[in-house]
């Protein structure tokens, strides 16, 4: 029995960690970007509440046993650590921020998160862990809608950037599809 409950909390923190993570990568791009693109930030602050709600979730869970709990400490500063990293691989990113390249970043993580929930889910499934099976569940929807999102805010960011860079574009068609598809999630949600 310990073996189960240690496969199933080792699969709850390492998810916590992944959304800490994405919560504060999320964050410092809200304050990077809120003066110049207010329409993406307004974006990342809807993902960012499912990630907020998605974290408060997870710890709840992993806080019914004893034996997470002390490893819960540990993951703000493990997630930290991995933020900083990319930071340090990538300081021309942090003194000069490029939104496709973020988004490009934020979209890669969603999908790591929709895989891992998927692991999650599949784990707590075989354990008969009903609690962590309905909550996996739900953080899949809920990374499909994010990563439906982000897919789509990528094209505009990109069109955007090119633009800011000097260079001269035909009006592309990709702008007005996008804005439609952005309202049909926004009103979804």
């Known amino acids: 029995m310990r073996q189960r409950e240690s496969v199933l909390q080792g699969a709850i923190v390492e998810m916590l960690e992944l959304e800490v993570a994405l919560d504060r990568a999320l964050r410092d791009q809200i304050d990077d970007f ?7 930030v307004h974006h990342l602050k809807y ?5 907020s709600a998605h974290i408060a979730q997870l710890r709840a ?3 019914r ?5 002390g490893r819960l400490g540990n993951v703000a500063r493990r997630a930290g650590s991995l933020v900083a990293g990319f930071s340090a691989s990538a300081v021309n990113f942090v003194r000069n921020p490029r939104v ?3 988004l490009r970043q934020d979209y890669s993580d969603a999908c790591r998160a929709y895989a891992g929930y998927r692991m999650l889910f599949t784990t707590a499934s075989a354990l008969r ?9 739900e953080f899949l929807s809920d990374y499909s809608r994010i990563t ?8 505009d960011a990109v069109v955007t950037q090119l633009e800011a860079d000097g260079l001269h574009l035909e ?6 599809r996008n804005a439609n598809r952005l309202e049909q999630l926004a009103v979804q949600a």
Do not use: K, W, Y
Not at 34 to 40: K, L, S, T
Not at 47 to 51: E, G, K, M, N, S
Not at 129 to 137: D, I, T
Not at 171 to 176: D, N
């Open 34 to 40: 809120d003066a110049e693109h207010p329409d993406i």
């Open 47 to 51: 993902i960012a509440t499912f990630v």
């Open 61 to 63: 869970l992993a806080s």
């Open 65 to 69: 046993d004893a034996t997470i709990s």
């Open 100 to 102: 496709p390249d973020n």
């Open 129 to 137: 862990e009903g609690a962590a099976c309905r909550m996996a569940a």
């Open 148 to 155: 439906l999102l982000l897919q789509d805010l990528l094209p």
């Open 171 to 176: 009006e592309p068609v990709i702008r007005s």
